[in-house]
């Protein structure tokens, strides 16, 4: 083995997580591992014949960033479909959708996403008779920026087998019109799973998000082959911003299975963690998955160990679950995935089999039912270091809030998702939320300021992978107006919790999220100091090289 480095970083703005070793300018890797920091002269001292030199040019060296709420597949899938962020009124989108049917003439399903709920103007909610004005003689699907909810042209509902309406399971919703016949809306992944089926992935990509189960028929060898290699562009993407692991938030043994063997291959270019997703309809005795994969799946690469859950649906549908009925819908307080006593036994067996457990939670009804779970299997087992998480958050009753520090529960929030990070607009009091929940709304600084863990992601898809949109988004973000609060955080904080902390959220803060000797060399090198940014131009920093295990899996 050789003394010397095999790659060494000079001229950087280190930003180390490490009291020890800040200051420092420069540092070397050998073997996947930082072996040290210190001055440009110093690390210089260090280098052989063989070792690579990268000058940073005084911009920010930093721990890789870790986005710890992904969905993988899907979002890798979707940088080849149709993007609607910006797309709104009957006009532009007939012009998009008959655009990219000109481009794909024979893709089987023409599929939008990032839709607005009001794509097609203010008070038009999208029929498959609207869309079949626009494209009548082809499935044409427009996903929501959320991903919970799907409209259909009736040319996709007939080959779906839904245009008649047809079982779904709780919480999902097949919207029918007064004739009988679907509407073209379709709530939750139970009512809109049968659509992504038409497509070229024939639904593999949406298949751990929608069912947590593996491809029935099992998967040809010629789709394994290319559904690897959608996986990997989508990893490439992510590694163009600086990422170097993935938290992924659906999951089945067929996901883990591809990225174990992309691994296999070398040719994994971040580091993975796929959960067990359990359904509501799921017998608990299909825990006994996540133990299996929580043993089989164990490498520093592709690793398992966490089970997930949903509680609720989004604002935008009403389907999240409040404590009071919606303004805008009084007979409704949304819909609970799961029934309480269900739920609580479901955390107190994965609590029990020492699973980490994360809960797509977002109204406030949501939340305290996700915090009795979580306190029910702490009651039923003891309390440890679980570190379970709950993931969204978007609204919380005042009396919870300090719930989350006194039960060590994660805050696992994405910045984008709030109004305040510039990408959707605000809700008005009276309609989705009350003026006095407003206030409690994508709260990042009151669940910080009670002590709870905060740890950032994407949930890309829903928002874009791009670590700086999110970086800005929680730090310089867009004025609301009242009774919204500013939660604007400071850009140390936002940094360590989208790295360093999120690092500890999976429990490898002893080699992750750090940049010191011995710790794993999972580095990203921005173009710029993003300390000597201004805040308003944050999002236009840019990745220069991003290094996974002291290789590079990314150079500008």
């Known amino acids: 083995?050789?003394?010397h480095p095999d790659l060494i970083i000079l001229n950087g703005s280190l930003l180390t997580f490490d009291d020890a070793t800040n200051g420092a300018s420069a540092l070397a890797v050998r073997d996947g591992r930082i072996m040290a920091l210190g001055s440009n002269a110093e690390m210089r001292d260090l280098a052989g014949t063989n070792t690579e030199v990268i000058d940073a040019c005084g911009g920010t060296v930093m721990p890789g960033f870790i986005d710890s709420h992904v969905h993988l597949f899907g979002g890798a899938a979707e940088l080849d479909m149709l993007h609607l962020h910006d797309t709104m009124g009957t006009e532009a989108l007939t012009h998009a959708i008959r655009a990219f049917a000109a481009e794909k003439p024979d893709e089987p399903l023409l599929m939008g996403v990032s839709a607005d709920y009001h794509i097609l103007g203010p008070d038009v909610t999208a029929t498959r008779q609207h869309l079949d004005e626009i494209l009548p003689d082809r499935p044409v699907a427009l996903m929501a920026a959320d991903h919970h909810t799907v409209w259909a042209n009736t040319k996709a509902l007939e080959q779906a087998g839904i245009l008649h309406g047809g079982p779904v399971p709780e919480g999902s919703e097949i919207v029918m019109a007064a004739d009988g016949t679907a509407h073209g809306q379709l709530n939750e992944t139970g009512a809109f799973g049968p659509v992504l089926k038409l497509s070229t992935l024939g639904g593999r990509d949406l298949l751990g998000y929608v069912t947590g189960a593996d491809p029935e028929p099992p998967a040809t060898p010629e789709e394994r082959a290319f559904d690897k290699e959608v996986i990997l562009r989508g990893l490439n993407h992510c590694a163009s911003h600086g990422i170097t692991g993935l938290h992924n938030m659906d999951?089945?043994?067929?996901?883990?299975?591809?990225?174990?063997?992309?691994?296999?291959e070398g040719?994994?270019?971040a580091r993975v963690q796929v959960p067990m997703h359990l359904k509501n309809f799921d017998p608990l005795d299909r825990l006994a998955e996540a133990d299996d994969m929580q043993r089989r799946f164990n490498s520093d690469m592709v690793w398992s160990g966490r089970v997930k859950m949903f509680m609720d649906g989004v604002l935008d549908s009403y389907t999240a679950l409040m404590l009071s009925p919606y303004p805008g819908k009084p007979d409704s307080v949304g819909d609970a995935v799961f029934e309480a006593d269900h739920f609580n036994e479901a955390c107190i067996r994965s609590d029990?089999?020492?699973?980490q457990i994360s809960v797509h939670a977002i109204g406030d009804g949501a939340v305290r039912r996700t915090l009795n779970g979580y306190e029910a299997a702490q009651k039923a087992n003891g309390v440890r270091d679980s570190r379970h998480r709950i993931e969204h958050i978007e609204v919380i009753d005042p009396a919870d809030v300090p719930r989350l520090a006194a039960m060590g529960v994660v805050a696992s929030l994405q910045p984008l998702h709030s109004p305040a990070g510039g990408l959707f607009t605000p809700y008005a009091a009276g309609d989705i939320l009350t003026a006095s929940q407003i206030p409690y709304a994508f709260a990042w600084q009151k669940l910080r300021e009670s002590g709870a863990k905060v740890c950032f992601s994407t949930d890309w898809p829903v928002v874009?992978?791009?670590?700086?949109?999110?970086v800005a988004g929680a730090v310089h973000g867009t004025p609301l107006p009242e009774p919204w609060v500013d939660d604007r955080q400071s850009l140390f904080d936002t940094l360590a919790a989208?790295?360093?902390d999120n690092a500890w959220l999976e429990f490898n803060e002893h080699r992750k999220g750090r940049l010191s000797p011995g710790y794993m060399a999972d580095i990203c090198i921005m173009g710029r100091d993003l300390f000597q940014t201004p805040d308003?131009?944050?999002a236009n920093a840019r990745t220069l090289v991003t290094l996974c295990g002291g290789r590079i899996s990314f150079r500008r």
Do not use: F
């Open 251 to 264: 999951g089945n043994y067929y996901q883990l299975e591809l990225l174990s063997e992309l691994e296999a």
């Open 352 to 355: 029990a089999m020492g699973l």
């Open 267 to 269: 040719r994994l270019p």
């Open 536 to 538: 308003a131009d944050l």
């Open 464 to 470: 874009p992978v791009d670590t700086m949109m999110t």
């Open 498 to 500: 989208y790295t360093r």
């Open 1 to 3: 083995m050789s003394p």
